[in-house]
């Protein structure tokens, strides 16, 4: 798994065992400044309280012996003291992470919906399972509010949905395709994606459930098609004797509305060589979950974009299962399978719930694996599924991806900087 245990902040207090040891230089270095001790650096087993600054919202978090927290960014220093920390770091340092380092400091930079808030912190010490910390709020700065949408796909004649809600920005470098239906005597956006021609693979796929595409009209048809669209595309031959499934994207279960959906989904172009426990007993638990949600009927629209890591693919991989036609998975040195299709090292999901004018959001990044211990006949129970939730900020920061860019910029800024687990019926 990318999510490991979370380790939190805790407040020093008056309770003796947080006193932070004599030998250790915990001398404040800027007046006012507040220090805290951190349980939980060596056994994340020990330490489960969150830290949320005072007049923040938000909590701060450790993860991997890193700062993090789904609405602050962070920029590194070459000061020894708070009171040595002067100028704002540019735009182009901050860092979704901080590497938890003694007499390190940091700006921390928080986004709220109106307001940036900067603080200065410091690593004061770290003494086995404990770390000392030293922080101070310094300046606030206004976000400028504009009606302009900077990231939004632009529209184009030839591509009627690609300012859908579940389109993320596009990258020139690939191919854009919108694959349509004629459904109810209209044509509707059956599911889209960015074709990534030298990986023979996609970049991602978008879609979205509404009260009439969430349907269950059709059963899973078995139409293995190439792509009519991509003259390249991939065919039966390419995922032949690899040791991989025929993993899909867009999922048959997602498109079962109409039969022709449905058969879209066999494209080649949206299959992904998976492992076989990992598609039958793993991912399938994510996927039947985004299903649950889209068909609650708890909201008017679930705008989705799925894929695999192109940024990120299986390098040098032999895997330990045999799939069904008897040979191990494997990847070469550049991440490709033995028919040159690239194999993804993570699967992804990202989720734009909508009701009316209430929005929430929530990312998913798998790692791609084949020792989860899952199968066909034994699947992951859905609270696995909690492990690999993050925010859309951090997805985008994993994927290099830019989810949801045609919600308004406020909107998009203000779902995609952190997810709320208890939003989400499990």
């Not at 184009?156 to 395709?177: C, G, H, M």
């Not at 959906?261 to 979950?289: C, D, H, R």
């Not at 068909?295 to 990120?312: F, L």
Request: glycine share 6%; proline share 4%; aromatic share 12%.
């Amino acid at each position: 798994m990318l999510l490991l245990s979370v380790i939190f902040l805790t407040s020093c207090g008056d309770d003796s065992n947080n006193a932070p040891p004599s030998s250790n230089n915990t001398q404040p270095t800027i007046s006012g400044s507040t220090f805290y001790v951190l349980e939980g650096y060596e056994n994340a087993a020990q330490g489960f309280n969150t830290l949320k600054p005072e007049g923040f919202s938000d909590p701060l978090y450790i993860r991997e012996k890193a700062l993090v927290g789904d609405a602050y960014q962070f920029a590194g220093t070459d000061k020894q003291r708070l009171d040595e920390m002067e100028e704002i770091p540019a735009i182009e340092q901050w860092q979704p992470t901080a590497t938890i380092s003694e007499g390190k400091c940091y700006w921390v930079k928080h986004t709220s919906t109106l307001l940036y808030t900067y603080l200065k912190l410091r690593v004061a010490y770290i003494e086995g399972n404990s770390v000392g910390i030293e922080y101070i709020t310094d300046s606030t700065e206004e976000r400028v509010q504009t009606d302009e949408n900077a990231n939004a796909n632009q529209p184009q004649e030839d591509f009627p949905f690609v300012t859908d809600l579940s389109i993320p920005r596009l990258n020139s470098a690939n191919q854009y395709v919108e694959h349509t239906v004629s459904f109810r005597e209209q044509e509707i956006l059956n599911y889209a994606f960015e074709w990534v021609e030298d990986k023979r693979h996609a970049a991602w796929v978008a879609f979205s459930f509404d009260a009439e595409t969430s349907q269950k009209n059709v059963s899973r048809t078995d139409e293995w098609l190439p792509d009519p669209f991509i003259p390249t595309s991939p065919e039966e031959s390419d995922h032949k004797s690899d040791g991989f499934d025929k993993g899909h994207l867009c999922a048959s279960e997602d498109r079962v509305y109409n039969r022709t959906a449905n058969e879209q989904t066999f494209y080649y172009t949206n299959i992904s060589p998976q492992m076989t426990s990992f598609n039958g007993g793993y991912w399938v638990t994510f996927e039947k979950l985004l299903q649950t949600w889209a068909r609650s009927g708890d909201y008017e629209h679930v705008y989705v974009t799925k894929g695999g890591t192109m940024n990120k693919l299986l390098v040098g991989f032999t895997g330990t299962q045999n799939a069904a036609d008897g040979r191990k998975p494997q990847t070469d040195a550049n991440g490709l399978t033995r028919h040159g299709l690239a194999c993804p090292a993570y699967y992804f999901m990202a989720i734009l719930a909508q009701e009316g004018d209430n929005y929430q959001a929530i990312g998913f990044l798998v790692e791609h694996r084949d020792d989860y211990g899952y199968d066909n006949d034994h699947q992951a129970p859905v609270e696995e599924t909690k492990l690999c939730a993050m925010s859309i900020d951090q997805l985008e920061q994993e994927t290099g991806l830019d989810f949801f860019c045609n919600l308004p910029d406020e909107v998009e800024d203000e779902v995609e900087r952190a997810y709320v687990l208890s939003d989400w019926a499990w």
